[in-house]
């Protein structure tokens, strides 16, 4: 840890690019003020456990731990290019292929976790400061800390505690404080690709809080401009951000019609006519 560079700080504490065994790994600290508290600490050590076991090409690989005296480090694979939050600010919106192409990245991670055996797993804070980019280009989630086991027998059967999550992602039944299941993630998955069309949230001037309170009480939902978004994608945008969670596609549904508009788009940039997203 002596060589830290510090690249990130998020709610629980500081990340650093650090060598390990040779290797540039990202370190995750945990502030001393949360992981000092035994009951805390436990938490994080059984996700952090939950994790170690996952294996998937969209979801950032955790390494191990290190612990160190009042302080709780944890290592992952190191991302060089960053969040997909840092991306959209650096470079603005995606072209659609771009957009569909990490679309499907995040929506395979998130399917894998939503189809772990015995028990799912919900992450409940997916937003575009928890999906990394490797330096091929490809997505991958991260960020399980919040993640707990779903109870499988009964989608609903889990009430929140707290108020997990970005607000501008989260979901009107997480918000309302209502029991909720999986398909919470897929709400905030629609909101990050809103977010790749367009290049940031539609409403970035107005409070987080504000535009959650909006979604959850008023059935407010960004607009989709028909310049900008394929047909097929507000199509499915809506679904996936529907008000009653039973309506909106698994994620399992939503690669599979992604792979198709892929497919189109490609199709048509291959002919030549693809001078616009409204080729679809
Ligand atoms: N494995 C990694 N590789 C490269 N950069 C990373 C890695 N993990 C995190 N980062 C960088 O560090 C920043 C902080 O990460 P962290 O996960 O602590 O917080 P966050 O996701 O931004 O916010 P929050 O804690 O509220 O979810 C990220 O935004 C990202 O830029």
């Given at each position: 840890m002596k060589e830290a560079t510090l690249i990130g700080e998020?709610?629980?504490?500081?990340?650093?690019?650090?060598?390990?065994?040779?290797?540039?790994?990202?370190?995750k600290t945990i502030r001393a003020s949360i992981a000092s508290n035994p009951m805390v600490k436990n938490a994080f050590m059984k996700e952090?456990?939950?994790?170690?076991?996952?294996?998937h090409p969209n979801i950032v690989q955790f390494l191990g731990v290190l612990k160190q005296s009042d302080?709780?480090?944890?290592?992952?694979?190191?991302?060089?290019?960053?969040?997909?939050y840092d991306q959209l600010r650096k470079k603005g919106k995606l072209d659609p292929l771009t957009a569909v192409a990490y679309a499907l990245d995040i929506a395979r991670g998130m399917n894998y976790l939503h189809q772990l055996k015995p028990h799912s797993i919900i992450h409940r804070d997916l937003t575009p400061r928890n999906?990394?980019?490797?330096?091929?280009?490809?997505?991958?989630?991260?960020?399980?800390?919040?993640?707990?086991?779903?109870?499988?027998?009964?989608?609903?059967?889990?009430?929140?505690?707290?108020?997990?999550?970005s607000y501008r992602?989260?979901?009107?039944?997480?918000?309302?404080?209502?029991?909720?299941?999986?398909?919470?993630?897929?709400?905030?998955?629609?909101l990050i690709v809103h977010e790749?069309?367009?290049?940031g949230p539609s409403n970035r001037e107005e409070?987080?809080?504000?535009?959650?309170?909006?979604?959850?009480?008023?059935?407010?939902?960004?607009?989709?401009?028909?310049?900008?978004?394929?047909e097929q994608i507000k199509t499915l945008l809506r679904?996936?951000?529907?008000k009653n969670p039973d309506r909106r596609p698994s994620f399992q549904e939503i690669i599979d019609r992604l792979e198709k508009i892929h497919a189109t788009l490609q199709e048509k940039i291959v002919l030549g006519t693809c001078c616009s997203c409204m080729i679809l």
């Amino acid at each position: 840890m002596k060589e830290a560079t510090l690249i990130g700080e998020g709610a629980y504490g500081e990340v650093y690019l650090v060598k390990w065994r040779g290797t540039e790994v990202a370190a995750k600290t945990i502030r001393a003020s949360i992981a000092s508290n035994p009951m805390v600490k436990n938490a994080f050590m059984k996700e952090l456990a939950l994790w170690k076991k996952l294996r998937h090409p969209n979801i950032v690989q955790f390494l191990g731990v290190l612990k160190q005296s009042d302080r709780l480090i944890f290592l992952t694979e190191y991302l060089r290019n960053g969040s997909l939050y840092d991306q959209l600010r650096k470079k603005g919106k995606l072209d659609p292929l771009t957009a569909v192409a990490y679309a499907l990245d995040i929506a395979r991670g998130m399917n894998y976790l939503h189809q772990l055996k015995p028990h799912s797993i919900i992450h409940r804070d997916l937003t575009p400061r928890n999906v990394l980019q490797d330096e091929a280009g490809h997505l991958k989630v991260t960020d399980f800390g919040l993640s707990k086991i779903a109870q499988q027998k009964d989608s609903y059967g889990y009430k929140m505690t707290g108020g997990t999550g970005s607000y501008r992602y989260m979901a009107p039944e997480v918000y309302r404080r209502e029991s909720y299941g999986k398909s919470v993630d897929v709400f905030s998955f629609a909101l990050i690709v809103h977010e790749m069309f367009l290049g940031g949230p539609s409403n970035r001037e107005e409070a987080a809080e504000k535009v959650a309170d909006k979604t959850a009480y008023e059935d407010y939902r960004p607009h989709l401009a028909s310049y900008i978004f394929p047909e097929q994608i507000k199509t499915l945008l809506r679904e996936c951000w529907h008000k009653n969670p039973d309506r909106r596609p698994s994620f399992q549904e939503i690669i599979d019609r992604l792979e198709k508009i892929h497919a189109t788009l490609q199709e048509k940039i291959v002919l030549g006519t693809c001078c616009s997203c409204m080729i679809l």
